[in-house]
């Protein structure tokens, strides 16, 4: 580029209409252009920082381990509620069922008993044919 | 926003925010904790940056507020915080003297600059931003930055120019 050409880009930059394109030409020309200061061009120059090669991928697979160990403790703590949740609702649900009344009671009692009424009666309506202290001897009625 | 749009609109932009960050937080493995907080929160709201006009314009505001976020957590100095560099050590000492003595100079013009003015210089010309990323990051408009950036460049040509014409 010859000397008109950087002294418009000087003023361009000068200016802030300058590209980035066009500034970085200045400053890898400074020195022997004399358009923007050299010792400017060379602070520029060293405190340029740049990413770590292979950042990008680098710290997509830290951050994708980060998100699903996030979301893994989201699920167990989602669980441990809602088992908690559940046995509580067990509990409350047990402590609040009705006691039974004593005629409620009496009726399933008689219920239960009459389930061993038919063998009594049998034993009922055989007749005694001998008796003593060591043996009785029975007689069916059929 | 699922995972892949995520890695592609926003997550990409991680390399373009290093030298803001490393800048700010002045160490570049410091940077690397921080891009990866802010990007976890950009993830927490996918759904909204997602929907926002300008998704590059948010992830350079959000990186911006949280290292300053960071600044004040820490107590540090915020002022002087875009005046971070790091020091590029020479295998020379007379030219690391040199070097030293330069930079020294330089950082003085820089500290007597208006703070935006500062701030947007070192990010156009250090950090190498496009206008539009700086405009996202300092909430100005992008007619505002050119103006600010030429009296910034202007003032430090003369400061330089006043400065080894005297020596």
Same mark, same amino acid.
């Given at each position: ?142 | ?36 907080? *802010?990007?976890? !929160? /950009?993830? %927490? ?9 300008? &998704? ?52 003085? *013009?820089?500290? !007597? /600059?208006? %703070? ?9 010309? &250090?950090d190498g931003y496009e206008y539009t990323e700086i405009a996202a990051a300092t909430q100005l ?27």
């Amino acid at each position: 580029m010859n000397e008109k050409g950087i002294e418009k880009l000087t003023k361009e930059y000068e200016a802030g209409a300058s590209t980035l394109n066009e500034e970085q030409f200045l400053f890898d020309n400074a020195e022997n252009s004399h358009s923007i200061s050299e010792v400017w061009s060379t602070f520029v120059k060293r405190n340029r920082i740049e990413a770590p090669e292979g950042f990008n991928d680098k710290l997509w697979n830290s951050f994708q381990r980060r998100t699903v160990r996030k979301h893994r403790f989201k699920i167990s703590v989602i669980s441990v509620a809602a088992s908690i949740i559940l046995i509580i609702a067990l509990s409350i649900g047990n402590f609040g069922q009705k006691e039974l009344s004593y005629k409620e009671k009496e009726a399933l009692l008689n219920e239960a008993l009459d389930m061993f009424a038919e063998p009594e009666q049998e034993i009922a309506q055989e007749r005694i044919l001998y008796e003593d202290e060591t043996i009785i001897i029975y007689a069916s009625l059929e | 926003m699922d995972t892949i749009d995520f890695k592609h609109k926003v997550f990409s932009l991680s390399v373009r925010l290093f030298p803001m960050v490393a800048r700010i937080l002045g160490n570049n493995a410091n940077a690397e904790d921080a891009i990866q907080e *802010i990007m976890i !929160k /950009l993830w %927490e709201k996918r759904k909204q940056v997602g929907q926002h006009p300008n &998704i590059p314009g948010l992830v350079f505001l959000t990186a911006r507020n949280y290292c300053i976020d960071l600044l004040k957590k820490k107590k540090l100095e915020i002022d002087d915080s875009a005046l971070q560099f790091m020091m590029s050590e020479s295998d020379n000492g007379h030219e690391s003297l040199e070097w030293k003595e330069l930079s020294a100079i330089v950082k003085k *013009i820089l500290r !007597k /600059l208006p %703070e935006q003015q500062r701030e947007i210089l070192i990010m156009r010309d &250090i950090d190498g931003y496009e206008y539009t990323e700086i405009a996202a990051a300092t909430q100005l408009k992008v007619e505002h930055i050119r103006v600010l950036l030429s009296r910034a460049r202007k003032q430090v040509c003369m400061e330089l120019e006043k400065t080894y014409c005297y020596e």
